[in-house]
């Protein structure tokens, strides 16, 4: 005898089989790619990059997934190693507030003809920060 499985399981089991992960190169932001920079007249270069931040998380047999993307960034102060910058998000008008490795908060405004103008900070103290493509 031939057992058939009802419709809503079928249905339930392709919508977790058909899902593809999202793109990295569908994340929007003007921020994106190489930029050279001056942090209080220094040289400096920052990079933001897309990356997959799909995730799957489990309960004893029972899986879900999530795809999604998120930005990856880094800094190099005057040639020095790259560390990391964390967690950009825009502001109300279109400028970047991000955290550098050490915790400290920077903002670059939304750029015009190709160069961001905006701050750092290092112990309470604000410091320039311009780049440019």
């Given at each position: 005898m031939r057992r058939t499985l009802p419709t809503a399981f079928c249905v339930l089991a392709f919508s977790f089989c058909g899902?593809?992960?999202?793109?990295?190169?569908?994340?929007?932001?003007?921020?994106?790619?190489?930029?050279?920079?001056?942090?209080d007249g220094r040289p400096a270069r920052m990079k933001w990059a897309a990356v997959d931040d799909s995730?799957?998380?489990?309960?004893?047999?029972?899986?879900?997934?999530?795809?999604?993307?998120?930005?990856?960034?880094?800094?190099?102060?005057?040639?020095?190693?790259?560390?990391?910058?964390?967690?950009?998000?825009?502001?109300?008008q279109g400028g970047l507030y991000f955290q550098h490795a050490d915790g400290n908060k920077w903002y670059l405004a939304k750029p015009v003809s190709n160069r961001a103008v905006g701050w750092t900070t290092w112990n309470r103290q604000r410091y320039p920060l311009s780049c440019w493509r």
């Open positions: 899902c593809g992960s999202a793109p990295a190169s569908q994340v929007a932001g003007w921020w994106g790619g190489a930029w050279s920079c001056k942090i995730q799957t998380t489990c309960d004893g047999n029972i899986c879900s997934s999530t795809s999604g993307a998120r930005w990856s960034g880094s800094f190099s102060d005057n040639g020095s190693r790259w560390v990391k910058l964390t967690n950009p998000r825009s502001g109300t």
